[in-house]
T-cell receptor
């Protein structure tokens, strides 16, 4: 089976940096996504990693280590609007005519304080 | 405007009364998927589909059915809903085999 772990909640101050870790144990790993979800809204895509290393997109960066089963999402220069849940999702690569399976972690709620 | 549309947005029903939640996308995406979201459990995949008439089970398929008769539509069917299916449901679509998912606005279902 698959197991994906993220911290439940984190608190940080406006302007600071926060790192959200995600560890996974899966068979057939084929990529990792990060999504942002504001309360009461649908998730929206933030980043995708399939190879080891760092992907940077403005204030958000995501890192992947396949050998360690580990990823993190780094949020810099935090703004109040960054208060949301951040979801880690792993794409399972076992071949299926129907496509690939996606398994999400429980999500990390980030609260940004003034 | 590119979007994934789910209907209804809110639904209250009773145990055993069959219901269908519709999902439609206008982006010509091959991959479509249904998720349920429950507090403390995160998003869990119910069913997914890569093409017309090709579907597969996700992590929590019990009590649900899907069909993919047209590329743009992927309805979720609850033949005999039970209270443990009370949840927030999301439909999503993507280009290719589970690429970046674009989510619908969600359907909040209560089964009494």
């Amino acid at each position: 089976g698959q197991n994906i772990d993220q911290p439940t909640e984190m608190t940080a101050t406006e302007g600071a940096i926060v790192q959200i870790n995600c560890t996974y144990q899966t068979s057939g790993f084929n990529g990792l996504f990060w999504y942002q979800q504001h309360a009461g809204e649908a998730p929206t895509f933030l980043s995708y990693n399939v190879l080891d290393g760092l992907e940077e997109k403005g204030r958000f960066s995501s890192f992947l280590s396949r050998s360690k089963g580990y990823s993190y999402l780094l949020l810099k220069e935090l703004q109040m609007k960054d208060s949301a849940s951040y979801l880690c999702a792993v794409k399972i690569g076992a071949w299926s005519a129907a496509g690939n399976k996606l398994t999400f972690g429980g999500g990390t709620r980030v609260l940004v304080k003034p | 405007e590119a979007q994934v549309t789910q209907n209804p947005r809110y639904l209250i029903t009773v145990t055993g009364k069959k219901l269908t939640v519709t999902c439609s996308q206008n982006m010509n995406h091959e991959y479509m998927s249904w998720y349920r979201q429950d507090p403390g459990l995160g998003l869990r995949q119910i069913y997914y589909s890569m093409n017309v008439e090709v579907t597969d089970k996700g992590d929590v398929p019990e009590g649900y059915k899907v069909s993919r008769k047209e590329k743009r539509n992927f309805p979720l069917i609850l033949e005999s809903p039970s209270p443990n299916q009370t949840s927030l449901y999301f439909c999503a679509s993507s280009l290719g085999r589970a690429g970046i998912q674009y989510f619908g606005a969600g359907t909040r279902l209560s089964v009494l």
